[in-house]
C-alpha cells in the first residue's frame, strides 16, 4: 500500500477514514517509519492547536495575529516532508506569538490628572484696638469681641456707649467703629481686592491708604446711600435718615441708593445727605486737623501682600492692656486712642504710654510689649494748684481748667529730655470782649523752645467770660514728677 496524503493522515488522526480502510492503514503505518513520522507530527501539531483554542482570548488591542497553514500536493516526496514541516514551524510561531503578548504585560499609560487650583488662603481682619463693650455677631451667635479675634467675611460688629473697635486688614487700611450711641457694622465681603462695609447704623472712620494693592477698592453702604472709595480718609455717620460724610483725604463717590445720582467729594469737606438736607460745605485747616487726631486708631504697618495673611501681623505685634482707676484718655507712643479701660495691639518692643484726666497730672510709663499681653494699670493723682500770685480770679480759673493742655506742651519734650524743667513766663494781653489778643514770652529758664510755642498757641485760644483790658505776665512752672 502506498504512503497516504498529508491530509489523509489529518483525518485517519481524527478518525475520519471508514472501517475497512483503517485495518490497511494500520498495518501499512506499521511497516513504513515515514508515515509514522508524519502521523506523530500531524498528532502533535493537533495537540497544539487543542490546546490554544481552551485557551481564553487574549487582549491584543489593535494588534491582530493570523497564522494560516496551506497544504499542496507535492510533486514529489521531499516537498511532502518540507510541506509538513512548514505547516508545522507555523503553526509554533502561532503558538509562541500568543503566549508572548499573554505574558508580557503590556505598558501602563500614567494617568494624567490636572492638578486643582489651591483654594484661596482665608482673608481675615486684625482688631488693632478695643475699648468698651463690643460684640462679635458669626453665623447668627453673638458674644463679647475677644482682642485677639480675627474679622471675617460675615461678620458683624456691635458697639454702644463709649466703646471702640478698630479693625485692620491691609497696609493701613482700616476702620474704627464708635458706639456713640450705638454702632452697627457689618463686613459682608472681606478679600485683598474689594471690602464691601454696611453701616446701618451709628459712626466710622474709614482709612484705605494710597499704598494698598492695585484696584483695591472698598464700599460702604448705608441705609439710604453708597459710598465708594479708593483712596482715602474719612468719617461716616449714619442712620435711617440721613448719612453724613467728612472727608479729609482724597476722594469718595457718595450715590444715591434710591435715584442713582452720584456725588463726588473732594477732601477737606463735610456733607450730609438726606431728605430735604443736602448740603456741602468746605472744612477748615482747623477743622481738619481736629478730626485727624479724633480719627488716629492705631493703623500699623502691615504688607497686604504677605502670604502670611494677618499672622505676619500678629507675629510682629503684641497686645497691651491698659487700665486706670479713674476713666482716663490714653495716648500711645504720642497717639490718642480713646478712654480707658483698653486693649491695644502694638509692634514688640518698648512704647510710651501717656494717661491724662482732666484736674490730675499726666501719667507716664515706658512699656515693653511682647508676646504675653502687656497689663498696666494706672493710678492718676489730682493737680497741684495753680502758682500763687496777685492774679485775676478769672485768669487762676482758667489755668486750671486747661492744664491738662497746658503740661502737655511740656511732656511732649520730656520724653526726649527726662531732665527737663523750669519756668515760662508769658506776658499776655487781654481785650475788651474776654478774649486773648495777644501773647509774646516775656522769660523762659527752659532749654527746649518748643514748649514755649505751644504755650503761646495754647494761651493764644483763651476767651474769658468777663470782658476787662488788660495786661499781666503769668509763670508756668513744670517739674518732673
Known amino acids: 500500500m502506498k504512503c497516504l496524503r498529508p491530509h489523509e493522515w489529518a483525518d485517519f488522526a481524527r478518525g475520519n477514514v471508514s472501517v475497512s480502510r483503517s485495518s490497511l492503514q494500520a498495518d501499512h503505518l506499521q511497516s513504513c517509519a515515514a508515515c509514522q513520522k508524519v502521523l506523530h507530527r500531524v498528532e502533535a501539531a493537533q495537540r497544539a492547536l487543542k490546546a490554544v483554542g481552551d485557551l481564553p482570548p487574549p487582549e491584543l488591542g489593535n494588534i491582530r495575529t493570523e497564522a494560516s497553514l496551506r497544504w499542496r500536493q507535492p510533486p514529489a516526496r521531499t516537498r511532502f516532508y518540507w510541506m509538513t514541516g512548514l505547516g508545522l514551524a507555523a503553526s509554533t510561531a502561532a503558538l509562541l506569538l500568543f503566549f508572548h503578548y499573554h505574558a ?96 446701618p447704623n451709628g459712626q466710622i472712620d474709614v482709612r484705605v491708604s494710597a499704598t494698598t494693592e492695585a484696584g483695591e477698592t472698598l464700599t460702604l453702604t448705608t441705609a439710604r446711600h453708597l459710598v465708594t472709595v479708593h483712596s482715602s480718609w474719612f468719617v461716616v455717620a449714619a442712620d435711617s435718615e440721613k448719612t453724613v460724610i467728612e472727608v479729609l483725604e482724597g476722594t469718595v463717590e457718595v450715590t444715591d441708593l434710591s435715584s442713582g445720582t452720584t456725588t463726588t467729594l473732594r477732601a477737606p469737606v463735610r456733607a450730609v445727605f438726606g431728605r430735604g438736607q443736602e448740603r456741602t460745605e468746605p472744612l477748615s485747616a482747623q477743622q481738619t486737623a481736629k478730626l485727624r487726631v479724633a480719627s488716629e486708631f492705631n493703623l500699623l504697618k502691615w504688607s497686604p501682600s504677605s ?142 523752645a518748643q514748649v514755649s510755642e505751644c504755650l503761646l498757641q495754647e494761651v493764644k485760644g483763651w476767651a474769658f467770660a468777663k470782658g476787662r483790658n488788660a495786661t499781666l505776665v503769668y509763670p508756668f512752672v513744670f517739674r518732673a514728677r
Open 104 to 199: 508580557v504585560p503590556k505598558p501602563v499609560q500614567p494617568t494624567v490628572i490636572a492638578a486643582m487650583p489651591a483654594p484661596p488662603a482665608p482673608f481675615n481682619a486684625v482688631v488693632t484696638l478695643l475699648s468698651g463693650d463690643v460684640e462679635l455677631e458669626r453665623g447668627g451667635v453673638s458674644s463679647p469681641l475677644l482682642p485677639t479675634a480675627l474679622i471675617a467675611q460675615g461678620d458683624r460688629l456691635m458697639a454702644s456707649g463709649s466703646a471702640r473697635v478698630a479693625v485692620q486688614w491691609s497696609e493701613l487700611a482700616g476702620v474704627l467703629l464708635k458706639g456713640e450711641p450705638k454702632g452697627d457694622l457689618r463686613f459682608e465681603k472681606l478679600s485683598r481686592e474689594m471690602q464691601a462695609l454696611a453701616l
Open 307 to 448: 502670604a502670611a495673611g494677618p499672622q505676619a501681623l500678629l507675629d510682629k505685634t503684641g497686645l497691651l492692656d491698659i487700665d486706670s482707676t479713674l476713666e482716663g484718655n490714653v495716648s500711645v507712643d504720642g497717639i490718642g486712642l480713646g478712654r480707658s479701660p483698653l486693649t491695644v495691639r502694638r509692634p514688640l518692643g518698648r512704647h510710651f504710654v501717656e494717661f491724662q484726666r482732666p484736674g490730675y497730672g499726666t501719667l507716664r510709663r515706658w512699656i515693653d510689649v511682647g508676646r504675653e499681653t502687656a497689663p498696666i494699670r494706672l493710678t492718676p493723682l489730682p493737680l497741684p494748684p495753680p502758682p500763687p500770685g496777685d492774679l485775676p480770679a478769672e485768669m487762676q480759673s482758667m489755668v486750671k481748667a486747661r492744664w491738662t493742655h497746658i503740661r502737655a506742651c511740656y511732656e511732649r519734650q520730656l520724653k526726649r529730655d527726662l531732665s527737663l524743667s523750669g519756668s515760662v513766663s508769658i506776658k499776655i494781653r487781654i481785650g475788651e470782649a474776654g478774649q486773648v489778643t495777644a501773647a509774646s514770652l516775656e522769660h523762659s529758664t527752659l532749654k527746649d
